[in-house]
């Protein structure tokens, strides 16, 4: 009997587990170099902000060169951010993997009166216009202070609105009250993460020579260091508290890190963001406190110098695994709640190649919103008792110096 004429078989059979591929590497670098620059700029703005201060009160010299610095640095990542977006505009544009570029339509499409539209302008263009506003301040160290405040407040805000634009919705879904949060906790997650990223390679080019003179070392980075940790405590409780509500959006168990591409994506990256934390909770409790004492003479200021000698090399270290995070997140597709529940159903469909159903978002109960609030206060805790111990320790640090400078200066 030929095969053809064999009757079809009374037990369904089970389709094959959907595909759940990482995607192409060049678009995922692609995504990688657009992100890092547009967050690059945006927080080596806030960092020049934020040790403007501690600079201003140093050696005469010292505020120019560190606010030339970080503006030169924040106008090469600015000039990079907007022709990043726009190539990743133009590969969406030419129809996803493998398909090119289309700069024509992707150039076309900027601010062409519809909504996509404008978010799509405001990424590539805001980057580029804080770069041009930032260039005097690269190029001219004598700019007066109100002035370059100002610039340097005008480059922040059009480098979040850019950096924002690119995760901001364009119509309502699952309701107001829930859009409006989903996009409150990316904002967090992306603007938490610019400062911190941008923060931390400002510092490593201000400790780079040419921008603080030997002697003005104890004077700056004493005080610009603790005001950076302060802001980068606060960056890691937005980061952290917004990938607690996306882990609680995407992913229903921890046994979905293991079982779906997507949540052992996601544990690689909880890894290495663990590992950020650690190298942070060592420059905040061991590096930063030998820094502040590098305001007293004698022996404990010479450790200072040797930890701050240390310093760039642990910053550098973060800098590559905050790096190394923003290129795996790229990876991240759909979610592990779906994959594993489309995997399921795959396993008992009854016709090959059918599409596979998905599973609606998820709702907040009462419970919910418990255990979120538990969670922020919890984090918040966590960082101000943080913030508090390693300011002691600090003061510690800085009362031995001092107690042991005149024996130092006696023998």
């Known amino acids: 009997m030929p095969f053809s004429a064999l009757p079809a078989p009374s037990v369904p059979l089970a389709a094959a587990p959907p595909s759940t591929p990482l995607g192409p590497f060049g678009d995922s670098a692609l995504a ?64 996803g993997p493998g398909a090119g570029y289309d700069y024509a339509a992707a150039w076309a499409g900027l601010f062409d009166g519809s909504a996509e539209g404008t978010l799509s302008g405001l990424q590539v263009a805001l980057p580029v216009l804080g770069a041009f506003l930032l260039a005097p301040m690269a190029l001219r160290r004598t700019l007066a202070d109100r002035t370059g405040t100002a610039l340097l407040w005008t480059g922040l805000t059009a480098g979040l609105v850019a950096l924002g634009s690119a995760r901001f919705p364009t119509q309502v879904r699952n309701g107001l009250g829930r859009t409006v949060f989903e996009t409150g906790v990316w904002m967090l997650h992306l603007f938490g993460a610019a400062v911190w990223l941008g923060g931390l390679v400002g510092l490593v080019l201000l400790a780079l020579p040419g921008a603080v003179a030997p002697a003005a070392r104890g004077a700056f980075w004493a005080p610009a260091v603790r005001r950076f940790s302060v802001a980068a405590m606060a960056c890691v409780a937005a980061i952290t508290l917004s990938g607690l509500f996306l882990y609680w959006e995407h992913v229903d168990g921890p046994g979905q890190l293991v079982s779906t591409m997507y949540g052992r994506v996601l544990g690689v990256k909880i890894l290495i963001f663990g590992s950020v934390l650690v190298l942070g909770a060592f420059n905040q409790f061991w590096l930063h406190p030998r820094i502040e004492a590098l305001r007293a003479d004698g022996e404990a200021g010479r450790r200072g110098g040797i930890a701050l000698r240390r310093f760039p090399v642990v910053v550098a270290a973060e800098v590559a695994l905050v790096l190394l995070v923003l290129f795996v997140a790229p990876f991240l597709h759909g979610s592990a709640r779906n994959q594993a529940f489309q995997a399921e159903a795959a396993r008992h469909a009854t016709v090959v190649g059918a599409p596979l159903p998905k599973l609606p978002p998820k709702q907040a109960t009462a419970s919910t919103w418990a255990w979120g609030a538990a969670e922020t206060a919890a984090v918040i805790g966590v960082m101000v008792i943080g913030h508090r111990c390693s300011g002691r320790l600090a003061r510690r640090r800085v009362r031995l110096a001092a107690a042991t400078a005149p024996a130092a200066a006696a023998s």
């Open 32 to 95: 990688w170099a657009g992100w890092t620059a547009a967050m690059a700029f945006a927080g080596l703005v806030a960092l020049a902000l934020l040790v403007a201060a501690p600079a201003r009160r140093g050696e005469a010299g010292t505020h120019a060169r560190v606010r030339t610095r970080l503006s030169a640095a924040a106008v090469v990542f600015g000039l990079l951010a907007g022709p990043a977006a726009l190539a990743g505009l133009a590969h969406d544009a030419a129809g």
